[in-house]
């Protein structure tokens, strides 16, 4: 059983571009969760997602950033003209159901640097 | 204010030494703790989780232990290994299911 795929593992991006970050959960997962993670800084909760549906965004920036979790193919976090601020590691987790004490399971992690 | 502070921010330490880092929260009402160890350029791996109940649990030579009451835990490494090198982080989560703080972590280094 595969663990978390993200990809890509580094993307450059020039402010104004668009990024498109993807998360393969692992199989039998519908749970994915989006994270940011600033340089010396602890993990920020963005996103939670449920197949076809987002169930809680109150992490996520209301402007440039989306999420989504199709029915097929892996959940794609997009963010619109990219700004330097926006330069971090984006980590994205699964679980196979929501209770609070199931573990998720963290991808690599994708690192965005904005230019 | 973060609600999940961590003690302290780095740690170098020699092979086969014990240690302890250290965990305090705000975050209430409280679910669970865990301990995740992240490694450089890697994502965060679950050590350990406690519920309100328990004030102990060990995974090998890692040692959780929490205080609910003064809402402080511990992880203890023993007989650190190279391998142990990594930040270890602590994650509170609350009553909600998304509502999961994390620390900043503790990056701990162990040298030959």
């Known amino acids: 059983n595969a663990g978390v795929m993200q990809n890509p593992r580094h993307l450059v991006r020039r402010r104004g571009q668009e990024a498109r970050l993807r998360c393969s959960p692992m199989?039998?997962?519908?749970?994915v969760y989006w994270y940011r993670q600033l340089p010396e800084e602890g993990l920020k909760f963005m996103v939670y997602l449920q197949k076809e549906n987002i169930i809680d965004e109150s992490g996520m920036p209301k402007e440039r950033f989306s999420a989504e979790f199709p029915k097929e193919g892996p959940s794609i976090l997009r963010i619109q003209q990219v700004v330097r601020g926006d330069s971090a590691a984006y980590f994205c987790?699964?679980?196979?159901?929501?209770?609070?004490?199931?573990?998720?399971?963290f991808g690599p992690g994708t690192r965005l640097t904005v230019l | 204010k973060n609600q999940v502070e961590q003690s302290p921010q780095s740690l170098i330490i020699l092979e086969g030494k014990n240690c302890t880092l250290q965990c305090n929260y705000t975050v209430s009402p409280f679910s669970n703790l865990r301990w995740y160890k992240q490694d450089t350029g890697r994502g965060p791996v679950s050590l350990t989780i406690m519920t309100f109940s328990e004030n102990t649990k060990s995974n090998g030579r890692y040692t959780a232990t929490l205080d609910a009451d003064t809402k402080q835990s511990s992880l203890h490494i023993t007989a650190s290994q190279l391998s142990d090198s990594a930040s270890y982080i602590c994650?509170?989560?609350?009553?909600?299911?998304?509502?999961?703080?994390f620390g900043a972590g503790t990056r701990l280094t162990v040298k030959p």
């Open positions: 199989k039998g997962h519908s749970h």
């Open positions: 994650v509170v989560r609350g009553s909600d299911n998304n509502d999961m703080r």
């Open positions: 987790a699964s679980s196979p159901l929501a209770g609070t004490t199931d573990t998720q399971y």
